[in-house]
């Protein structure tokens, strides 16, 4: 295992790290029974939630085994699955033995607050779809001497019907959510005027959402392969009235202010809209045009627009060679 992996878990919080061991113990066990009963779909199903799990914790070479049992798995090969399931057993059993060699030593966050922020204990509301994600949070964010998390949701609609009532500080939000894209709650939350600060927390590549999610309301946006440290210090930022973004995006806002042009539209779908987006995403993953429509509450016919649009901004000529992109940058960008 990479030293610089054993280092990424030992810095993360001690309950988060503890939580992440014990259900990652459980989706192995989950592969094996599968694994034994010919089940390479719920293989392949643990192993893509179990694969964002260890991004978010920056355990690359934990994701990496994971990735490839993942593609194993959907390929139907099951003797490459069990070599896979084996290494990542013992890669797991590395970091086991790395963690219990260590002193449990309590991050503590080095962000400091005004004098007018340090006396409140200020609410966090996560929508977050994935439950290792929310627990880890919930467990952290409560930790803090200044913050308490007092709800969580795991759609829209949830937390459309939970923020108002309880007014949170600050909405933590991830973009893919269950049956929802969360650039839509940004939106909804900005149309109902509920005051709540938003900061995005996603593993989508912020080169091309975070200026989007900014422009529909949020004030933040961060990925999830940042340390724990680093969403703490995202969340202080927000709430002492700042944007917060990594200092790679923020310098390249900085240069689309400067040139007069936006960094994302040196992407072919950079060009697209936030619905356009949508559109192409469902599509890579596979959606039928009724399906897209059912999901986004539109028209079929709406649907085959878009369609239409994305092709002419992307230069593409037919509906195979849509297709073929929207399935290319969905894999890229490990959105299945």
């Known amino acids: 295992m990479l030293k610089s992996q054993r280092h990424d ?21 989950g592969m094996m029974i599968a694994l034994r009963s010919k089940s390479m779909a719920k293989i392949q199903q643990v192993a893509h939630k179990f694969s964002g799990s260890s991004a978010f914790l920056q355990l690359k070479t934990m994701a990496k085994l994971l990735k490839e049992l993942e593609l194993a798995a959907s390929r139907g090969e099951s003797k490459e699955a069990a ?3 084996g290494l990542i057993k013992e890669e797991f059993g ?11 030593r309590p991050m503590k966050s080095q962000t400091r607050l005004p004098p007018s922020l340090s006396t409140k204990k200020f609410k966090i509301y996560i929508v977050d779809d994935h439950p290792l994600i929310r627990e880890g949070l919930v467990r952290f964010i409560n930790l803090q001497p200044d913050l308490r998390v007092c709800g969580e949701a795991t759609t829209s609609h949830q937390a ?8 949170p500080d600050v909405v933590i939000l991830d973009l893919t959510l269950e049956s929802a894209n969360g650039l839509d709650l940004i939106k909804d939350m900005k149309l109902r005027s509920l005051k709540s ?16 999610a900014l422009r529909a309301g949020a004030k933040g946006y961060i990925m999830k392969g940042e340390p724990s440290k680093e969403v703490l210090k995202a969340i202080h930022c927000i709430l002492a009235g700042e944007i917060y973004l990594s200092e790679k995006m923020a310098a390249k806002m900085l240069h689309k202010v400067a040139g007069g042009q936006s960094d994302e539209k040196t992407l072919p779908e950079g060009a697209l809209s936030d619905r356009e987006l949508q559109v ?23 649907v085959e627009s878009y369609r239409a649009h ?18 290319h940058w969905v894999e ?3 959105l299945n």
């Open 9 to 29: 878990l030992d810095a993360c919080d001690e309950d988060i790290a503890e939580l992440y061991l014990k259900l990652a113990a459980n989706n192995i066990k």
């Open 83 to 85: 070599h896979l399931l």
């Open 94 to 104: 590395q970091i086991q033995r790395y963690r219990s060699s260590r002193t449990p």
């Open 160 to 167: 459309l019907k939970s923020i108002p009532v309880l007014k």
């Open 197 to 212: 600060l938003i900061l995005v927390l996603s593993m989508h590549d912020e080169s091309l959402y975070a200026e989007r």
């Open 280 to 302: 192409f995403q469902s599509i890579g993953q596979g959606r039928g045009t009724r399906e897209i429509a059912e999901d986004l509450h539109i028209s079929a016919k709406t």
């Open 310 to 327: 994305i092709k002419v901004k992307m230069n593409l000529k037919n509906a195979h060679e849509l297709t073929q992109h929207a399935v």
């Open 332 to 334: 890229s960008n490990h």
